[in-house]
């Protein structure tokens, strides 16, 4: 059974910097397709950034490119989303995301964390 479990969210003010981690279980962790998405109150879900298995790409929404970097540790089985310059507008839940077909050829995504609050003041 596929587990995500995130952990690292928090408080922190605006410029400031947090890393988010998911720690996965139950599967071949190498082979996933690996993702970040966020869910501001009252705002739809919205994708963050995506990890290639392997790590050899990334790829960023918008918002976050240049502040933020995706990564992952394959002995660890855990990704991460290092954040920073962080402004009061990237609060939000964080969600880790997987799945096991081809990155970037579905729009729903095989299995979720539970979520960790990223809250920024200004």
């Known amino acids: 059974q596929v587990q995500l479990v995130e952990s690292g969210g928090g408080s922190v003010q605006a410029g400031g910097s947090l890393r988010l981690s998911c720690a996965a279980s139950?599967?071949?962790?190498?082979?996933?397709?690996m993702g970040w998405f966020r869910q501001a109150p009252g705002k739809e879900r919205q994708w963050v950034a995506t990890?290639?298995?392997?790590?050899?790409?990334?790829l960023y929404a918008g918002s976050v490119k240049g502040r933020f970097t995706i990564s992952q540790d394959n002995a660890k089985k855990t990704q991460y989303l290092q954040m920073n310059s962080l402004k009061p507008e990237d609060t939000a839940i964080y969600y880790c995301a997987a799945d096991s077909r081809p990155c970037m050829t579905y729009s729903e995504w095989g299995y979720w964390g539970q979520g960790t609050q990223v809250t920024v003041s200004s």
């Open positions: 990890i290639w298995p392997g790590g050899g790409r990334t």
């Open positions: 139950g599967y071949t962790y190498s082979s996933y397709c």
